[in-house]
Protein backbone atom coordinates (compact mmCIF):
# COMPACT_ATOMS: atom_id res chain seq x y z
CA UNK A 1 0.00 0.00 0.00
CA UNK A 2 1.49 3.39 -1.15
CA UNK A 3 0.79 6.08 1.85
CA UNK A 4 2.33 8.24 -0.44
CA UNK A 5 0.26 11.58 -0.10
CA UNK A 6 -0.04 13.91 -3.58
CA UNK A 7 0.02 17.68 -2.63
CA UNK A 8 -2.24 19.86 -4.99
CA UNK A 9 -1.72 23.95 -5.10
CA UNK A 10 -4.35 26.08 -6.12
CA UNK A 11 -3.88 28.96 -9.40
CA UNK A 12 -3.22 31.66 -7.03
CA UNK A 13 -0.57 29.37 -4.64
CA UNK A 14 1.40 29.07 -8.31
CA UNK A 15 0.83 32.73 -9.47
CA UNK A 16 2.07 34.12 -5.58
CA UNK A 17 5.44 31.71 -5.92
CA UNK A 18 6.05 32.95 -9.41
CA UNK A 19 5.14 36.74 -8.88
CA UNK A 20 2.96 36.41 -11.75
CA UNK A 21 -0.86 37.11 -11.83
CA UNK A 22 -3.21 34.30 -11.72
CA UNK A 23 -4.75 34.68 -15.26
CA UNK A 24 -1.18 34.02 -16.56
CA UNK A 25 -0.86 30.85 -14.77
CA UNK A 26 -4.46 30.13 -16.46
CA UNK A 27 -3.10 30.72 -19.88
CA UNK A 28 -0.19 28.36 -19.53
CA UNK A 29 -2.70 26.52 -18.26
CA UNK A 30 -4.53 27.07 -21.54
CA UNK A 31 -1.94 26.62 -23.71
CA UNK A 32 -1.45 22.99 -22.16
CA UNK A 33 2.30 24.25 -20.91
CA UNK A 34 1.38 23.37 -17.06
CA UNK A 35 -0.74 20.83 -16.34
CA UNK A 36 -3.78 20.89 -14.00
CA UNK A 37 -7.27 19.37 -13.42
CA UNK A 38 -10.62 21.30 -12.24
CA UNK A 39 -11.97 19.68 -8.79
CA UNK A 40 -15.21 20.95 -7.38
CA UNK A 41 -14.95 24.20 -9.12
CA UNK A 42 -11.33 24.92 -9.00
CA UNK A 43 -8.45 24.87 -10.82
CA UNK A 44 -5.79 22.45 -8.79
CA UNK A 45 -2.05 21.92 -10.42
CA UNK A 46 -0.31 18.57 -8.95
CA UNK A 47 2.87 19.99 -7.13
CA UNK A 48 5.05 17.35 -8.72
CA UNK A 49 4.11 18.87 -12.40
CA UNK A 50 4.51 22.46 -11.16
CA UNK A 51 8.27 21.34 -10.16
CA UNK A 52 8.68 20.10 -13.48
CA UNK A 53 7.40 23.21 -15.19
CA UNK A 54 9.54 25.44 -13.17
CA UNK A 55 12.65 23.35 -13.86
CA UNK A 56 11.71 23.17 -17.66
CA UNK A 57 11.36 26.47 -17.60
CA UNK A 58 14.27 28.02 -15.61
CA UNK A 59 16.71 30.09 -16.94
CA UNK A 60 20.83 29.00 -16.46
CA UNK A 61 22.71 31.79 -14.30
CA UNK A 62 19.27 33.29 -12.99
CA UNK A 63 19.00 37.39 -13.29
CA UNK A 64 20.97 39.63 -11.07
Known sequence: MDTTETKYLTVSEV???LRVTP???HTWIDDGKLPAFKLGGTTRIIAAAFADFVASNSVAGGAS
Request: proline share 0%; net charge neutral.
Open 15 to 17: AAE
Open 23 to 25: RTV
